[in-house]
């Protein structure tokens, strides 16, 4: 059964087991090579999906350890380019499928070492499940923050072994990520900017997510861009506005100061999957443009 933070995120998203073994990992590795679409995310609208050429890229996917697990993730990068600038992709609960995999190639167009693992490689396969209710209450709920901001940090460490300047790094995720977003740029030292797309802002505290980006506002050690729709039927606008007044009332938290955010008044929940229905073509390619743009500002790229 779903807790009231697990419902929102059903909500938000609704318009569209394994166990640690080599099987596990194998199909956790397969979802993140960015192949397909997870079935949850039906319906897809693949007419509309923008497909980003991997030329002049270097890409693939490889498997970081932490605390003993093989961590899968893909990664796209200017081929041949070293000492870049490195941003961190975080998934929606579908998994990293080939929309987070073009994502990623389209911030390697832009310059960076860009890194998407797969955050549920533990828990289960998001492209295993045609039902968003049982992804979420077997998957999903199961995802500790704390194995998260780990496997981050993994990931972090990974950039900066294969040509990544860790004085650089951004991250930005989307829905569920969006929330990760906010609570790695509380958590992180080498994060410099952060961008959320419409993630949660606001829930209640349980043993594998104890803290929010609300209740985190005044930590944040890096500026975060909020990109949020107007329309958004999980994400009420009330809940952007308290985080606003809690990172300006953060008057000793240079990062919760330098904080924004951009309401696309017209844009559903997940505007920027270009995959599905929610799809809005302006917000999507305006938010990526300011995603870029504050990534540069404050001295990642």
């Not at 039906?42 to 970081?64: C, N, R, V, Y």
């Not at 990623?104 to 890194?115: P, V």
């Not at 972090?156 to 294969?162: D, F, I, K, M, T």
């Not at 900017?193 to 980006?213: D, E, I, Q, S």
Request: with cysteine; charged share 20%.
């Amino acid at each position: 059964m779903l807790n009231q933070d697990q419902s929102q995120d059903f909500d938000a998203l609704l318009p569209g087991q394994s166990t640690v073994n080599g099987a596990s990992r194998r199909t956790a590795l397969k979802v993140a090579l960015g192949v397909g679409y997870a079935a949850t995310a039906m319906p897809i609208m693949a007419q509309t999906a923008i497909k980003t050429p991997a030329d002049g890229l270097t890409t693939g996917e490889s498997t970081f350890t932490v605390d003993g697990f093989s961590v899968p993730f893909f990664h796209a990068a200017p081929a041949g380019k070293k000492n870049l600038p490195v941003v961190l992709v975080i998934q929606e609960i579908f998994g990293v499928h080939e929309y987070i995999a073009d994502t990623c190639r389209r911030f390697a167009k832009a310059g960076y070492l860009a890194i998407a693992p797969e955050m549920f490689a533990r828990q289960g396969d998001p492209s295993s499940y045609g039902e968003m209710a049982k992804l979420m209450a077997e998957v999903v709920s199961k995802v500790p923050d704390a194995q998260v901001m780990k496997d981050l940090d993994g990931a972090v460490a990974w950039a900066g072994a294969n040509g990544g300047n860790l004085n650089k790094v951004a991250i930005t995720g989307f829905c569920w990520g969006g929330r990760i977003t906010w609570l790695y740029a509380a958590q992180s030292k080498n994060v410099k900017a952060g961008v959320a797309w419409y993630g949660r802002l606001v829930g209640n505290g349980t043993a594998l997510t104890p803290k929010h980006p609300l209740d985190l506002a005044a930590n944040l050690n890096a500026p975060v861009l909020g990109l949020y729709g107007g329309q958004d039927g999980g994400i009420p606008l009330t809940t952007v506005n308290q985080m606003k007044d809690a990172m300006a009332g953060a008057k000793g938290n240079a990062a919760a100061q330098a904080s924004e955010f951009v309401v696309y008044k017209d844009a559903p929940h997940a505007f920027h999957a270009d995959y599905r229905p929610s799809y809005r073509k302006d917000a999507a390619e305006d938010g990526f443009k300011r995603a870029l743009a504050w990534f540069k500002a404050n001295g990642v790229a």
